[in-house]
């Protein structure tokens, strides 16, 4: 079913969001969190459909100028380690940290895993003045 949702058979996504959602978490997952969600199923069968297949951003992440935290969950089947380690790669290396977090898939690297990481690369006077 994720090779179908994810080739662009929208007919699969209640299917993929009830068994393949849940493996985002090692952990226990929030239940009502695809209920925030607000999605436009026009756009996401448009992207899944066209510019995912073809969508590659990789030359451009090399003209970064600014620092860049790439963060990649070790048991993330969304985004596996090997594709943010690939995406750290791209990127100029005095820019770049990229961060292993051991024990996280792909809610966990956006949730709180991250939260020290992120506050990590606000310069200290940003953070002070916004407190």
């Known amino acids: 079913m994720a090779h179908r949702f994810w080739n662009g058979d929208m007919n699969a996504l209640i299917d993929y969001v009830v068994h393949c959602m849940p493996l ?14 607000v999605m436009n199923l026009d756009v996401m069968a448009h992207f899944i459909q066209t510019e995912q297949q073809t969508m590659d951003l990789r030359d451009g ?3 970064a100028r600014c620092p860049v935290l790439v963060i990649g969950g070790e048991l ?7 594709t943010g ?4 790669d791209s990127l100029p290396p005095e820019f770049v940290r990229f961060v292993r977090v051991q024990g996280a898939s792909h809610t966990e690297v956006e949730g709180d895993a991250s939260v020290d990481l992120v506050r990590s690369m606000i310069p200290t006077d940003v953070h002070d003045a916004n407190r």
């Not at 985002?24 to 969600?37: P, T």
């Not at 993330?76 to 090997?82: F, K, L, Q, R």
């Open 76 to 82: 993330d089947p969304v985004c596996p380690i090997e």
């Open 61 to 63: 992440l090399s003209r």
């Open 24 to 37: 985002y978490s090692v952990g226990a997952s929030d239940s009502y969190a695809v209920g925030r969600v």
């Open 85 to 88: 380690q690939e995406i750290a």
